[in-house]
C-alpha cells in the first residue's frame, strides 16, 4: 500500500503564496504517477499538477505559471507551489498516486489518495 499526508494548507489573502507538501510512505516504487488535485465546494476534483516516473511534468491550464509542483523522490516529498492565488483557488487539495501501470496492482488499488488540506483564498 501507499500512505499520503498533506500538510501546509490554510487561510490567505488573494495575492498570497503557499506551499503544500506531500509525504508518502509504503510501497512507493508502484507509483507510476503522483499528483496534485482539487475539489472545490459544488464541483467535481480536478487535477492541477502531476508528476510521472518517466515523462514531463504537468500542469492544469488554470494554474500555469502560477502553480509549480516539484518533487525529491528519493525522500518521497511531493511539493506544490502555488504564487498568486485567487479565491478561485479555494478548494480542498489533495496528494495522489497512481498505480495503474504498475504490476503491483495484482495486489493494491490502482490509486491511494491523502486525506487532503484546505485552502481557502478571501479576497
Known amino acids: 500500500q501507499v500512505q499520503l499526508v498533506e500538510s501546509g494548507g490554510g487561510s490567505v489573502q488573494a495575492g498570497a503564496s503557499l506551499r503544500l507538501t506531500c509525504k508518502a510512505s509504503?510501497?512507493?516504487?508502484?507509483?507510476?504517477?503522483w499528483g496534485w488535485y482539487r475539489q472545490a465546494p459544488g464541483k467535481e476534483r480536478e487535477l492541477v499538477a502531476s508528476i510521472p516516473r518517466m515523462g514531463q511534468i504537468y500542469h492544469a491550464n488554470s494554474v500555469k505559471g502560477r502553480f509549480t509542483m516539484s518533487s525529491d523522490s528519493a525522500a518521497n516529498l511531493y511539493w506544490l507551489q502555488m504564487n498568486s492565488l485567487n479565491p478561485e483557488d479555494t478548494a480542498i487539495y489533495y496528494c495522489h498516486a497512481d498505480l495503474s501501470q504498475s504490476p503491483c496492482t495484482r495486489i493494491y488499488a490502482t490509486e491511494y489518495w491523502g486525506q487532503g488540506t484546505q485552502v481557502t483564498v478571501a479576497t
Open positions: 509504503g510501497d512507493t516504487i508502484c507509483v507510476s504517477t
